[in-house]
């Protein structure tokens, strides 16, 4: 069975996917018609189901064979552009409607999409076609690459890099952080041949990705010939081959080959970027080679490496290495004794960075070198005593000297390494990051042999020898042991080189895994809001559809039988109506505004279900409503006729005549008109819908006109009756219904009033939308526009209803004249101007508020000397409200000879004078107090406004030296009877003040409480500013724990400010405390005269909650005790200790035991700390802060909780298994209320 059980599975597989497959194609063939996109129904024809079914089989086929996406690709979009193509529209035109255009888009998709897949098997199957395929003489020559198979190894290497992202899941690529997922970091190994870089490599215990490679780097190491690309978890180790930078070997073919190397390297860097180069040098090498020699070498390698950093077009950080360190004489007595574990180190120097220069001087890497040998030398007699053995010291002893000679060797190197000033271009140098040594396994069993002088020869280049003339002697140096050593013991310092330095530079200390999370993770956010806003935008449609679809097949339902009912009986108005209303969609559930309903009947439904709508639709508004709507208002003209209401005999004549055809519709009329008849409309759900039913109702509706009908008697006698009413009320309604639509500025109280300060009135009316009407561009408005365009509308439309259609036929001297009528018409509009303003004055009130000041004379009083010293001021804000009302209100300097309206022009200059005049009398005469605070100063009048400034300023004076304070006397002063003459002067003239002086100045009376009441606030907040702020802001502001700050308040400041007899204390008891109720929270005066403010009050009060806590008990000494008990000690403590101090505290395992400590401490430098200590006296954490509140420091940044029921405080200390659970009563209150109560103190309170 077991063995049938991947049979049995993989058939199960097969047939349920084949089920699902042919489950759509049956779904596509079954309900394909019914689908479709708005009101396109794409798949209505059975020839294009058939051709969908086959597209989905096909899809099917070529994902189970493994064939390339693209085809899928060709295949939907060979379905989008035939099935598609006829519904897309560019304004008004169709480009995909013709067939031919469409047979010919898929037949070239299909062919690009089979000839592309048809090349590419033939190129699998015969690898010789694009030679043949050059043979031709229409295509280039064929040009076979130079280095096929380093071409061939970095292709390989970007698929099995491409291939393991991919092994990661989508969900961890974007929002986690894995080694699959970044780049890979690509380090550059380069030396010449037999250097010991593959051997550095392998030995360095790096932990190969492949297995491939794990198997190949247990192999025996052998010289590289190839570039060798090695795979670790966090980069690609690229070794290259010694002919590149070995000057034996170096030629032109050498030199093509590194650029070749260096284009695959570059190319790359989707997959894996150059991060950084190691230049590796063996010793013998180094030593054994003239300076010359040397020179010819750093110039090999900084003409290669540059080619590389050309190719990345940035800076490169370097590496240099020095390899097989271990044949210098000493090297292995040296380290003799070094553990594998210490091997681990680095032996070398990290170069300082000079931001000027990528490439650093010689001075800065000779001087670095020089710091490593001092430091070998220093160790050379502590090495030396602890062995015996004569040879090992010997070796010890010459160490030193060898690796100073070999430093020299690398100071050479490097400063031939280095660029010339005509090299130091930017971006074409290297960044030296180091030079380091090691040593991995030998690469010959045999001892290694060189030039003994060697050694002279570059110590002697500071007496001037030169080098390239030494005569070198051999001696042999030996490895004294010889013995063959396991593979992982024969290498010194390469692993931590390998491992972390070269790996952490780059990534981890440049913090680029943080970056790309965040990168990552807001990739992974837009994809997900991406996807959510795809699945609600499917979802809607979806729901959409489905909803009109419903809608559609109720729709012609309803519609076949209203249909039948209309043709073949005559239904009632009320079930008529209701049958109608069925037709309109039902709002679904959860669905505020369908777009169904957004537009008039039929919008969004296919045009020919539209049409038989609309037809029933209005064949029922013919046979139905229109006789209805034509009843009520014959009804209601015979009404009017019998009880001689002229206006609405106006209105009701003038709707009938829009229904009969004889007038244009008029929407705000009708909608008025039916508002005010809702029997009509019974069956309109809500009054939302009554404004779109009415515009489809009156202007896509036309309308059978009976002019000859039984009813125009009853219409001439309406006419008779309105002709002999004035007309100047119709047509001044009939325009201003024609001004609602018209938008001017209004001017409200505060363009009236322009002040930085707060209005000192308020607006108590209405302001509609008209009030825009009533001011100077009203005025300007209503003698251009109206004038020549809405008044003679008005005049038509107005002599049509009076007349009919024989109003062309009338004699001449039936309409009124025109200009007169205008006359007429204008002083309505006066009329309404003046009533407008009057209101507007009428209902200002002072916005001053005035509250806690006892009884309503105190509040009047405060608001008479508050209104009289604005007056007296300057920048008055009445004076300035009265100057602009009364500029709104004179109408007659308006109209210049440069601004004079169409009929002023025309008239003679007398009557443009009396036309100004009347205006004057009409709206001037109630504002003919205000008018005179704008007139010149040489016209007489009663009371200027110099004289009314006097009074007021009289009146302000002569109360404050009068001391008017009792209720008789301020009854006195109201009722004009005064033994002031200035009072007696002033009141005499209070009625012929403007609006609104005298309604202000009859029920307000004047005190300056309030203002005494201020500057007892301002006078007592000054004596606690100086006694009790600025103390406070100096000792205590911004210190712990007022504040999150390392500096602590002094105890002693603390006691002065909080302590019983404290300044706090001290204040409030002498001023304060007979006058304020503590009880209360929060604090209150329970007197009237309030002494200070109450945002000063809070300031005692919140000293009296700290003085609760520091001097429990009214204690006249600052501290108090607190008791701690160990719940709870975790088995790995042994002990806990705890020191305040002078007091000692241990706990261990047993008994719980309380202790009381006292805070503050006595000492000068008091500390507080907590120590757990294992079994083994190891300290496992330690607890420690000093100061004065250094309690209260480690009480709130501890883990604690507090227990409500007990008033204790429970602490925890450590975790898991080093955790302690502490317990501390004594504080009364948890501790985040504590330190809440000394951060919420602020002394920064300013009157």
């Known amino acids: 069975m077991e063995l049938l059980k991947p049979v049995f599975t993989k058939l199960v597989g097969r047939l349920l996917v084949a089920s699902v497959v042919l489950l759509l194609c049956c779904m596509v063939a079954l309900y394909g018609d019914q689908w479709g996109i708005g009101h396109s129904y794409p798949l209505v024809s059975p020839y294009h189901r058939g051709m969908l079914s086959v597209s989905i089989l096909l899809c099917a086929l070529t994902l189970y064979y493994g064939l390339p996406r693209y085809l899928i690709m060709a295949l939907v979009s060979i379905n989008l552009v035939w099935l598609l193509g006829p519904f897309v529209t560019l304004g008004e035109i169709k480009p995909l409607d013709s067939i031919l255009l469409r047979f010919l888009i898929c037949v070239a998709i299909a062919m690009l999409a089979l000839g592309y897949y048809l090349a590419v098997i033939a190129v699998q199957t015969d690898g010789a076609l694009a030679q043949k395929f050059s043979s031709l003489p229409f295509l280039p020559q064929y040009v076979p690459p130079r280095y096929p198979q380093l071409t061939r190894c970095f292709k390989d290497w970007r698929k099995i890099l491409r291939n393991l992202k991919r092994q990661v899941p989508l969900s961890k690529r974007l929002f986690c952080h894995t080694s699959a997922n970044d780049q890979q970091a690509c380090i550059v190994m380069v030396g010449p041949s037999q250097s010991g870089k593959t051997s550095a490599l392998l030995n360095a215990e790096l932990i190969w990705t492949l297995p491939s490679q794990q198997q190949v780097a247990q192999q025996p190491i052998t010289s590289t010939e190839h570039s060798e690309l090695w795979l670790t978890d966090n980069a690609l180790w690229c070794d290259t081959p010694g002919r590149y930078f070995d000057p034996t070997l170096a030629t032109r073919e050498t030199a093509d080959e590194w650029h070749e190397l260096a284009k695959q ?28 020699q040397l020179t010819e070498y750093a110039a090999l390698c900084r003409a290669n490496l540059r080619v590389l950093q050309q190719q990345t077009d940035r800076p490169l950080p370097f590496y240099i290495f020095i390899s097989q360190v271990d044949h210098l004489v000493g090297f292995r007595e040296y380290f003799h004794e070094l553990s594998p574990k210490e091997r681990h180190q680095l032996l070398g120097e990290k170069i300082e960075q000079d931001p000027n220069m990528p490439f650093p001087r010689i001075e800065i890497i000779s001087r670095q070198l020089g710091s490593m040998v001092d430091r070998i030398e220093k160790q050379v007699l502590a090495k030396q005593h602890q062995v015996e053995d004569v040879s090992i010291r010997k070796g010890i002893e010459c160490f030193p000297e060898n690796i100073e000679a070999l430093t020299r060797a690398i100071v050479f190197f490097s400063e031939q390494m280095s660029p010339s000033r005509t090299e130091g271009i930017p971006n074409s140098v290297l960044a030296l990051q180091g030079i380091y040594l090691g040593c991995s396994e030998l690469c010959r069993e045999s001892t290694y042999t060189y030039p003994q002088s060697l050694i002279r020869q570059w110590q002697g280049q500071s007496h001037g020898t030169d080098p390239s003339e030494v005569i070198a002697d051999k001696v042999s140096v030996s490895d004294k042991n010889g013995e063959t050593l396991p593979r992982s013991f024969r290498h010194y310092f390469i692993k931590t080189f390998f491992h972390h330095l070269i790996i952490d530079d780059y ?77 309109m969609p039902t709002r679904p559930v959860g669905l505020e505004s369908p777009h169904f309903l957004s537009g008039d009947w039929g919008l969004t439904m296919p045009g020919q279900w539209a049409d038989e709508i609309n037809t029933v639709y209005n064949q029922w508004l013919i046979d139905h409503l229109l006789p209805r709507v034509e009843k009520v208002t014959l009804d209601e003209l015979s009404t009017q006729l019998s009880g001689g209401d002229p206006q609405r005999l106006f209105t009701t004549l003038n709707v009938y005549l829009m229904l009969q055809g004889e007038l244009e ?141 024989r109003h062309a036929n009338a004699p001449a001297q039936l309409p009124i004249e025109q200009q007169g009528l205008w006359q007429q018409v204008t002083l309505l509009y006066l009329k309404e101007y003046r009533q407008y303003w009057q209101d507007f004055l009428n209902g200002l009130q002072l916005n001053l508020s005035v509250t806690d000041l006892g009884s309503k004379q105190g509040k009047q009083r405060h608001r008479i000397e508050y209104l009289l010293k604005d007056f007296t001021s300057q920048d008055s804000q009445l004076r300035q409200l009265l100057r602009n009302v009364a500029q709104q209100t004179q109408l007659a300097p308006l109209q210049q000879e440069d ?41 007489h009048t009663l009371l200027s406004l110099d004289q009314l400034e006097l009074a007021l300023t009289q009146l302000y004076i002569t109360m404050q030296a009068t001391g008017v304070t009792t209720a008789s006397q301020l009854k006195t002063l109201v009722s004009g009877q005064g033994e002031a003459s200035g009072l007696n002067a002033f009141l005499l003239h209070l009625n012929q003040l403007p609006q609104p002086l005298p309604q202000l100045f009859e029920t307000l009376l004047s005190v300056a409480q309030q203002q005494v009441t201020q500057q007892t606030w301002a006078v007592n907040a000054q004596q606690i500013n100086q006694e009790i702020i600025r103390y406070c802001r100096q000792h205590l502001m911004g210190r712990y724990p007022f504040a999150t700050s390392g500096v602590e308040a002094d105890p002693r400041a603390v006691a002065e400010m909080f302590s019983p007899q404290g300044k706090l204390t001290r204040y409030f008891t002498q001023y304060l405390a007979d006058k304020v109720d503590t009880r209360h929270r929060p604090w209150r005066f329970v007197t009237a005269d309030q002494t200070i403010s109450p945002r000063l009050l809070t300031l005692f009060e919140q000293g009296e909650k700290i003085q609760q806590q520091l001097f429990p ?51 000068q430098s008091p500390s ?76 920064s309170i300013t009157e």
């Open 899 to 939: 601004e004079r309206s169409t009929l002023s022009r025309s008239a003679t200059q007398a009557q443009d004078f009396q036309d100004r005049q009347q205006k004057r009398e009409n709206v001037d005469h109630y504002f003919i107090a205000l008018h005179r605070f704008i007139e010149t100063p040489t016209s």
């Open 1168 to 1243: 507080f700390q907590i120590r757990a200590v294992a079994a083994e006296g190891r300290p496992l954490w330690n607890i420690e802060e000093n100061g004065y509140w250094g309690l209260f420091r480690w009480l709130e940044r501890s883990k604690k909780q507090f227990v409500s029921r007990s008033r204790q405080t429970v602490i925890t200390l450590g975790e898991g298994s080093e955790q302690a659970l502490l317990a501390v009563d004594g504080l009364g209150t948890s501790v985040p209320h504590l330190i809440r109560l000394f951060r919420q103190f602020d002394c």
């Open 665 to 805: 519709s008029d929407s705000a009329l009708l909608e008025t008109w039916f508002a005010s008849h809702p029997v009509l409309l019974s069956a309109v759900e809500s009054k939302d819908n009554l404004p779109p039913l009415l515009r489809r109702l009156f202007r896509q509706t036309t309308w059978q006109a009976s002019v000859d009908s039984a009813d125009w008697p009853m219409i001439n006698a309406a006419r008779q009756i309105l002709l002999q009413q004035p007309l100047t009320t119709f047509l001044y309604q009939d325009i201003v219904r024609q001004l609602g639509v018209v938008s001017l500025p209004i001017i409200d109280l505060p363009q009236l009033i322009t002040s930085s300060h707060p209005l000192l009135f308020t607006f108590q009316g209405k302001v509609n939308s008209s009030a825009g009407r009533y001011n100077l561009l009203g005025v300007q408005y209503w003698d251009n526009q109206v004038f020549t365009t809405h008044f003679p509308l008005a005049v038509a439309r107005v002599k049509k209803i009076l007349y009919g259609n």
């Open 265 to 292: 390297l570059v190319g790359m860097k989707a997959v894996a970027k150059v991060d950084a180069i190691i230049l590796v040098i063996d010793c013998p090498r180094l030593l054994s080679s003239t300076a010359r």
């Open 507 to 583: 990534r981890l200390r440049q913090s680029l895994y943080q970056k790309r999370f965040l990168t990552r993770f807001r990739r992974g956010a837009l994809f997900i809001a991406i996807l959510t806003l795809g699945a609600m935008t499917v979802y809607g449609m979806t729901m959409s559809y489905y909803t009109n679809q419903r809608y559609l097949a109720d729709s012609r339902q309803a519609l076949t039988r209203l249909d039948q009912q209309v043709r073949t009986t005559q239904l009632p108005f009320d079930l008529a109506l209701n049958k109608l209303n069925q037709l």
């Open 1113 to 1163: 008990q009214s204690s006249q000494q600052l501290g108090f005790e607190l008791t701690l008990a160990v719940k709870d000690l975790a088995n790995g403590i042994t002990q806990l200790m705890i020191d305040n101090d002078d007091q000692q505290f241990r706990y261990v395992h047993g008994p719980i035991l309380q202790q009381k400590i006292r805070w503050p401490a006595l000492s």
